[in-house]
């Protein structure tokens, strides 16, 4: 499936192919809680790096991502990925990790095009979730302190929505 994301001020734009489409996955990380805007939370569905193409790329400002010290509580440590965003109006577009360079991360957030709704929802990193955030409970909710086993892509084939 073709996504189409762009910024809020309208700077940036950007295309990709994605497989996996469904923003199932709710992200609870200090990092992005704070970088995302959203409920405590940030959703970010998969994409080919290869596809992506970007309009208005001189407006894209590049952040260093910092996660969660599992060895320091309360502290944050340097990550090996980067994180995207417009530096005008500061939306956050996407993020990429050099350790699997085929991918990139669209937020769900900035893009335009219709996404599927998800058959349930993930809610991952919850030891880092902010006090007055209410998660989601019940059926359709799935919950796990930090990273789940189950890859994105996994996730999408095990509910026949791999898209190829």
């Known amino acids: 499936m073709e996504i189409k994301g762009s910024c809020y001020c309208g700077r940036v734009k950007f295309t990709a192919m994605s497989h996996t489409p469904y923003p199932y996955m709710h992200c609870y990380c200090s990092m992005c ?8 939370y ?44 417009c530096h005008h109006c500061g939306t956050a577009l996407w993020a990429s990790d050099p350790i699997w360079p085929q991918w990139v991360y669209p937020f769900a957030a900035a893009i335009d095009s219709e996404l599927p709704k998800p058959p349930e929802q993930v809610h991952i990193m919850l030891d880092f979730a902010a006090s007055w955030v209410e998660v989601p409970r019940g059926d359709g909710h799935r919950h796990f302190n930090r990273y789940p086993d189950e890859s994105i892509e996994d996730w999408h084939r095990r509910h026949d929505l791999y898209q190829p």
Not at 33 to 40: F, P, Q, S
Not at 70 to 79: A, R
């Open 33 to 40: 809680r704070k970088t995302a805007g959203g409920g405590g």
């Open 42 to 85: 940030a959703i970010n569905i998969m994409a080919q790096a290869d596809t992506l193409k970007i309009e208005g790329e001189a407006h894209v400002a590049v952040h260093d991502n910092w996660v969660d010290d599992d060895e320091n509580p309360g502290k944050l440590k340097k990550s090996t990925g980067k994180g995207y965003f």
